[in-house]
């Protein structure tokens, strides 16, 4: 948070290019996620409330379409949470304008989503099993499992809700498939990150063995030479001390 503010007031003070003005609304949009996760909505909304209104400006870039989709998502959910229920509608039928225009179908099946949690609210079960069954149709190719895991469960309590068992057991039993395809895949990540770990300090110790070989070696070198100029130094000594020896014998012999 402290980066990001000091992110932002830096936007603020020096004005970005209108090239690169839509950062600000990912600064803002990060803002609002981290206070949604550590204070809750009341927070959270006045951040992505910014992030939005800098993307729309923003929007002659087609890409912006989709960050303004995923914002007004946020939004909606925010205020769903609050029990806004008609905001909460409001931001959810934005939000498919804009992601319609760039065809991004997950955004569209979210707010689906988010739209049938209302409908569910107010006890239109059918009409918010309908939401949903158009939502999982349209991401029937695509690999989300979190957003497959949502539209599973959402069915499934719809479904229950309106006596239907036979759907209720069919989308129950989905919703586990996924859920734990979602686990699967989360072990998967948390796995492959300790094995990058594990073999990252495998080429430390590995490359430090190989610092400490040369060191040695080095070393090694090093003492061999200074011992063989020592063991040389004690020669010449040596040879210089029986030399004189025999020149005192030699001398004594004469006399």
């Known amino acids: 948070m402290e980066y990001l503010d000091r992110a932002y007031n830096l936007s603020i003070k020096h004005p970005l290019p209108d090239s690169i003005q839509y950062?600000?609304?990912?600064?803002?949009?990060?803002?609002?996620?981290?206070?949604?996760?550590?204070?809750g909505c009341d927070y959270a909304l006045p951040y992505l409330t910014?992030?939005?209104?800098?993307?729309?400006?923003?929007?002659?870039?087609?890409?912006?379409?989709?960050?303004m989709a995923i914002t007004l998502n946020n939004i909606g959910d925010c205020?769903?949470?609050?029990?806004?229920?008609?905001?909460?509608?409001?931001?959810?039928?934005?939000?498919?304008?804009?992601?319609t225009k760039i065809n991004a179908v997950k955004n569209i099946a979210y707010s689906k989503l988010g739209l049938a949690k209302i409908l569910s609210e107010e006890?239109?079960?059918?009409?918010?099993?309908?939401?949903?069954?158009?939502?999982?149709?349209?991401?029937?190719?695509?690999?989300?499992?979190?957003?497959k895991t949502e539209l599973y469960k959402s069915l499934s309590k719809n479904y229950a809700a309106v006596g239907n068992n036979e759907k209720y057991n069919t989308y129950t039993k989905l919703y586990f498939e996924e859920e734990e395809k979602l686990l699967n895949e989360e072990k998967k990540s948390i796995n492959q990150v300790a094995n990058n770990l594990a073999a990252e300090n495998l080429n430390k110790r590995k490359n430090q063995k190989n610092t400490y070989t040369y060191i040695f070696i080095i070393c090694g070198l090093l003492l061999l030479v200074?011992?063989?100029?020592?063991?040389?130094?004690?020669?010449q000594?040596?040879?210089?001390?029986?030399?004189?020896?025999?020149?005192?014998?030699?001398?004594?012999?004469?006399?």
């Open 23 to 39: 950062i600000q609304g990912n600064i803002l949009f990060v803002k609002g996620l981290i206070q949604r996760d550590n204070l």
């Open 50 to 67: 910014k992030a939005a209104n800098v993307f729309e400006k923003n929007l002659s870039k087609k890409l912006l379409n989709s960050s």
């Open 79 to 99: 205020n769903f949470e609050l029990k806004k229920y008609q905001k909460a509608q409001q931001k959810y039928e934005e939000a498919i304008v804009y992601a």
């Open 123 to 147: 006890k239109k079960y059918q009409s918010a099993i309908q939401k949903l069954e158009e939502a999982l149709l349209s991401v029937k190719n695509i690999n989300d499992a979190g957003l």
């Open 226 to 235: 200074i011992l063989g100029y020592i063991v040389n130094k004690i020669l």
């Open 237 to 255: 000594k040596r040879r210089k001390i029986a030399q004189k020896r025999q020149e005192i014998e030699n001398t004594s012999k004469k006399q």
